[in-house]
């Protein structure tokens, strides 16, 4: 049974940073895909990042590009988001997800429904 487990959120004024991390656990992910998702109220989910865990193979929505970059240690079983400059628009609850698919382009990564595990969230809030 996968389970992922996110951490490090919280409150942080524009042009601030903050470091997702995501423990993952139950399983040998090289063969695996993982992404960054993010919901603010109201909204439909949306992707930020993915990952493909073995090449290190990386894709990111427009609005994050230049300011986000996901990374994972393969010894630590974790995968990270570190953001920069963030906005006010960041807000948002973000969610770690995962996929034992390798796919020929990264590109069919930003599919929420293709993911089949999920973590619980952690609440990232910038404030103006």
């Known amino acids: 049974q996968v389970q992922l487990v996110e951490s490090g959120g919280g409150l942080v004024q524009a042009g601030g940073s903050l470091r997702l991390s995501c423990a993952a656990s139950g399983r040998t992910f090289s063969s695996y895909a993982m992404g960054w998702f993010r919901q603010a109220p109201g909204k439909e989910r949306e992707f930020v990042a993915a990952?493909?865990?073995?090449?290190?193979?990386?894709n990111y929505t427009d609005s994050v590009k230049g300011r986000f970059t996901i990374s994972r240690d393969n010894a630590k079983n974790t995968l990270y988001l570190q953001m920069n400059s963030l906005k006010p628009e960041d807000t948002a609850v973000y969610y770690c997800?995962?996929?034992?698919?390798?796919?020929?382009?990264?590109?069919?990564?930003?599919?929420?429904?293709?993911?089949?595990?999920w973590g619980q969230g952690t609440q990232v809030t910038v404030s103006s």
């Open positions: 997800a995962a996929v034992p698919r390798v796919l020929n382009s990264l590109s069919y990564y930003t599919r929420p429904n293709l993911y089949d595990y």
């Open positions: 990952i493909r865990w073995s090449i290190g193979t990386t």
